[in-house]
């Protein structure tokens, strides 16, 4: 899709189950804000919905920018099966060759948004994106490179996806808020990991915040305080995800997250003083 001068495409890697009932009980809730939605977003008979493992490719001021890339493939975490010795055509999915991606983002550095990082090569791990400069937040950096954290979630990860790409000299560790181009910057959005972040696009009188996992499911644009587990500081999580539903709103801006089913994407509308999701293109139109 075009925003603005950016032309924004995804790359699919994976999607399975999970139940919407790890959210929130309140069956009231799960009707009004996930009954009204893409089939994705609640299966009825399994109160289940599509988690899904996406990119996002932003084109814009001259730069191509991969917004965290997934899982990888031939990787064995030993603790979520479902991310286990993987085998996709995420890398054909992608629509650009990786020599051309010029930047690598990652909104924080769980398993699951940084592990193209690397492809295997015979027996060793090297940057799959060899022209790229990885942009890796402090905090969300410091905070794997260190291997006492007590939150366990996503081991290795360190190791194999981001040193192979230091040792490669491609990596770039920045202090956000900081400007990618004239069109881009990252944006400190921290609690889900401790450096979590997320990207901010402002073309043309557009915007859009890759939201990484800021928000896993819409009934979170409703109530903040609603949660998935796994979270480094959860108070923080939710003090961020407040924020960033009063930002969106205010600024009409369009979110990307990192799991969304179809169609992957939207905007943030008020149902009589409830905030709701404005599936793909619909706040758009709603807006006008
Ligand atoms: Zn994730």
Not at 55 to 73: A, E, F, K, R
Not at 171 to 176: E, K, N, R
Not at 200 to 207: M, N, Y
Request: proline fraction near 8%; charged fraction near 20%.
């Amino acid at each position: 899709m075009k925003l603005g001068d950016a032309t924004i495409d995804r790359a699919f890697e994976q999607s399975f189950p999970v139940s919407v009932l790890s959210l929130t009980t309140d069956e009231a809730l799960i009707e009004r804000r996930a009954g009204t939605l893409p089939p994705g977003f609640l299966d009825r008979k399994s109160n289940a919905f599509a988690f899904t493992s996406q990119s996002w490719i932003v084109q814009v001021d001259g730069l191509v920018v991969l917004v965290d890339p997934c899982t990888g493939n031939g990787r064995h975490l030993g603790q979520a099966p479902v991310f286990d010795d993987l085998d996709t055509p995420y890398l054909d999915r992608l629509g650009v060759r990786p020599e051309r991606v010029d930047v690598v983002f990652s909104t924080h550095l769980h398993h699951d948004h940084c592990g193209w990082n690397v492809r295997r090569d015979g027996g060793r791990w090297v940057p799959t994106f060899p022209n790229a400069s990885y942009l890796f937040v402090d905090a969300e950096y410091e905070r794997w490179a260190s291997t006492d954290h007590p939150n366990t979630f996503s081991p290795n990860v360190f190791g194999q996806c981001v040193r192979p790409v230091v040792d490669a000299g491609l990596a770039t560790v920045v202090s956000p808020p900081h400007r990618v181009s004239p069109s881009l910057t990252i944006e400190p959005a921290p609690g889900h990991t401790l450096g979590h972040a997320v990207l901010r696009l402002e073309s043309d009188g557009t915007t859009a915040y890759f939201t990484g996992d800021a928000f896993h499911h819409p009934l979170q644009f409703t109530d903040p305080g609603l949660h998935l587990p796994g979270c480094d500081d959860l108070a923080r999580a939710i003090e961020t995800r407040a924020a960033l539903v009063d930002r969106v709103r205010r600024e009409s801006a369009f979110v990307f997250p990192a799991h969304f089913p179809a169609p992957h994407y939207g905007r943030l509308g008020l149902d009589g003083d409830e905030v709701c999701f404005l599936p793909g293109e619909t706040g758009l139109l709603q807006s006008r």
